[in-house]
């Protein structure tokens, strides 16, 4: 055999933040705070011009929506109507800052937080803690990062809640 594989168990703490404001305003308050990604950085890495991308990264806002899946609409090959859009929040940078320590906190990053609509009409953010998700890896220089990162997501996400 010339495969080997390990596993280990961690803990990791999983937020729920709810809102009392209305699914689309809460989307809308988000995206307005939160802008999408330029991913013209992954052209110019491409092109090797990586001191290009990496000030255009540095002028983009700390955190930024990577990209998103619309999960409510895909509920609908189940016969469910429910609003649920699935994000793929960070920085390139504060990603890079941690996997040069421990590649694989790449499996993490960006963070992904979900907005969803109860079937009652709750409204709630959800997403697993980056400081316990990449705590999982014992490596100080990805745990102050880690905790910053917590931070700054917690800080937009009640924001857009609020």
């Known amino acids: 055999m010339n495969a080997q594989v390990s596993s280990t168990t961690v803990t990791i703490e999983h937020v729920t933040l709810r809102s009392l404001k209305s699914f689309e305003a809460v989307r809308s308050a988000l995206e307005a705070s939160v802008p999408p990604l330029d991913h013209a950085y992954a052209t110019l890495l491409l092109e090797q011009k990586v001191d290009e991308a990496r000030d255009l990264?540095?002028?983009?806002?700390?955190l930024s929506i990577f990209g998103f899946r619309d999960h409510g609409g895909l509920l609908l090959t189940a016969g469910l109507a429910r609003k649920a859009i699935q994000y793929d929040i960070g920085n390139p940078l504060t990603g890079a800052r941690m996997t040069r320590h421990a590649l694989s906190a790449a499996l993490y990053a960006p963070i992904r937080v979900l907005l969803r609509?109860?079937?009652?009409?709750?409204?709630?953010f959800?997403?697993?803690?980056p400081a316990t998700t990449f705590g999982q890896f014992g490596t100080p220089e990805v745990d102050v990062v880690a905790d910053d990162l917590d931070a700054?997501?917690?800080?937009?996400?009640?924001?857009?809640a609020e």
């Open 126 to 129: 959800e997403y697993d803690s």
């Open 57 to 62: 990264l540095a002028r983009q806002a700390p």
């Open 152 to 160: 700054q997501l917690r800080t937009v996400l009640t924001a857009a």
């Open 117 to 124: 609509e109860d079937a009652d009409g709750g409204v709630a």
